[in-house]
């Protein structure tokens, strides 16, 4: 990102960003497993397989006797039919979370949602936990559009609000969140209570790391100041 360019919208990662989704999503994973007679992981595991997707997440739990497309695709089949019953049960907003999205949108902030989560989960979830506030656009990962890090999905984000990429920045907790931003050439900003660790995010680019929602709403707010 241009240190000259305004921040003018906001993207946010989905899982541990703007929700805790790591029981569902470990639990759902771990059922599929069992059906298979296969070993599971303990749910903390899941912080640092989540994030690139259902598909990589398959690979990744999935033992290597089983390392083969095949086993990952019956996996992956099972694993969406254990998510679809359980992917409410206990996943919540992060503390802090609901203010923070109150104050943007008193501000007019335009926000957006990239997230590697199957599209229609990442639907399902905004609608259901964060339907109170407006996001202009809501991409998860869809067929023939590439998973972050890869930039596109950004670049298309930018696009839907016609602005340019290097106006956005992206929120997240995970190394592809700070990488999809760099790659973009957008402003990357890090999240300390999503899955993964302060360090992770720093090593991988973010010009921020904020450990409240809070202090995010402050430093946008200070940033749009310096613009005005």
Same mark, same amino acid.
């Given at each position: 990102m241009k240190d000259s360019m305004r921040i003018q919208a906001i993207c946010f990662d989905l899982d541990g960003t703007l929700l805790d989704t790591l029981a569902d999503i470990g639990n759902a994973a771990n059922a599929a497993l069992l059906r298979f007679d296969?070993?599971?992981?303990?749910?903390?595991?899941?912080?640092y397989f989540v994030g690139e997707? &259902?598909?990589?997440?398959?690979e990744q739990i999935l033992p290597q006797t089983c390392a083969s497309d095949e086993w990952r695709e019956r996996l992956l089949e099972v694993f969406e039919e254990e998510y679809a019953l359980g992917w409410k049960r206990q996943t919540c907003l992060y503390a802090g979370i609901a203010d923070l999205l109150d104050e943007l &949108?008193?501000?007019a902030w335009p926000l957006a949602v990239l997230s590697n989560k199957p599209d229609a989960f990442t639907q399902k979830c905004v609608q259901h936990f964060l339907? &109170?506030?407006?996001?202009?656009?809501i991409r998860g990962q869809q067929a023939g559009i590439p998973r972050k890090p890869d930039p596109t999905g950004m670049q298309l984000i930018a696009q839907e609000l016609s602005l340019p990429v290097e106006a956005l920045c992206l929120v997240g907790d995970t190394s592809v969140d700070m990488q999809t931003a760099k790659n973009a050439g957008s402003c990357p900003i890090g999240v300390s209570w999503g899955f993964r660790k302060v360090e992770e995010l720093q090593e991988h680019g973010a010009?921020?790391?904020?450990?409240s929602p809070i202090e995010l709403a402050t430093w946008l707010q200070k940033q749009r100041a310096e613009f005005s």
């Open positions: 296969l070993p599971t992981h303990p749910l903390e595991s899941y912080r997707g &259902a598909s990589r997440l398959m &949108a008193q501000a339907g &109170a506030w407006s996001f202009r656009v010009r921020l790391v904020v450990d």
